[in-house]
């Protein structure tokens, strides 16, 4: 009978030997998601405390260093955040994703928008952009900036947008001094759902 050149227990020894390298690497995966995470957040709380001493330095963050900032704010209003990618990838103009479970579970997608000068702004386009991702998955959605929005921009989510909220520079630097006043966990209305006729529930609206 001819030999295949190789025993059973070759086999299993080659296949143990798969499953031990997979598994150290599994283990060196999430070792460095989770230095990366450490260092985010190291991060984070060293920009927040040199944003608090001078407000000003917000325009010379970058846009991935914002994207963390503004992730930050959220998760310290009790949300889980999770962000799309980096700013250079493709993300269909959401850059991060929130959610809390609760008796009115909330799913939320945000964009940051960061500008160099105080003189830009984020203008309507981008807002009907942002609107137009959302689709009907979210049920908020908001843009974030470090300065402020058109008038267009804002006459647009006020008038053509039922779940959509804006928050300029002014708002975040609240956000920064740990003042969620009119952060997402404002409720400034609320709005009756018939569940069956004679049954209703008022639920929160976001303003």
């Known amino acids: 009978m001819m030999?295949?050149?190789?025993?059973?227990?070759?086999?299993?020894?080659?296949?143990?030997?798969?499953?031990?390298?997979?598994?150290?690497?599994?283990?060196?995966?999430?070792?460095?998601?989770?230095l990366i995470q450490?260092?985010?957040i190291a991060l984070?709380?060293?920009?927040?405390?040199?944003?608090?001493?001078?407000?000003k330095l917000i325009y010379s963050l970058s846009p991935d260093t914002f994207e963390?900032?503004?992730?930050?704010?959220?998760?310290?209003?009790?949300?889980?955040?999770?962000?799309?990618?980096?700013?250079?990838?493709?993300?269909?103009?959401?850059?991060i994703v929130f959610w809390?479970?609760?008796p009115v579970p909330i799913l939320g997608a945000a964009q940051a928008k960061h500008h160099r000068t105080r003189e830009a702004t984020t203008r309507a386009p981008e807002i009907r952009d942002f609107q137009g991702a959302l689709g009907d998955e979210f049920q908020v959605g908001i843009v974030v900036t470090?300065?402020?929005?058109?008038?267009?921009?804002?006459?647009?989510?006020e008038h053509r947008s039922t779940i959509l909220r804006l928050r300029d520079g002014?708002?975040?630097?609240?956000?920064?001094?740990?003042?969620?006043?009119r952060g997402l966990q404002q409720f400034d209305a609320q709005r009756t759902i018939e569940l069956c006729p004679g049954v209703s529930i008022d639920v929160p609206w976001f303003k």
Request: with cysteine; net charge negative.
């Open 170 to 181: 002014d708002e975040l630097q609240r956000w920064i001094r740990d003042d969620f006043t």
């Open 44 to 55: 984070t709380q060293k920009v927040i405390r040199d944003l608090q001493i001078d407000p």
């Open 68 to 95: 963390v900032l503004v992730c930050d704010r959220l998760s310290k209003m009790d949300f889980e955040v999770r962000r799309t990618g980096n700013v250079n990838q493709k993300d269909g103009g959401i850059d």
């Open 38 to 40: 450490v260092h985010h």
């Open 3 to 34: 030999s295949l050149g190789f025993s059973v227990e070759e086999d299993s020894d080659e296949a143990a030997l798969v499953a031990d390298t997979e598994r150290l690497l599994a283990e060196y995966i999430r070792e460095q998601e989770s």
């Open 146 to 157: 470090n300065t402020g929005f058109s008038a267009d921009a804002k006459w647009f989510a």
């Open 100 to 102: 809390k479970d609760g």
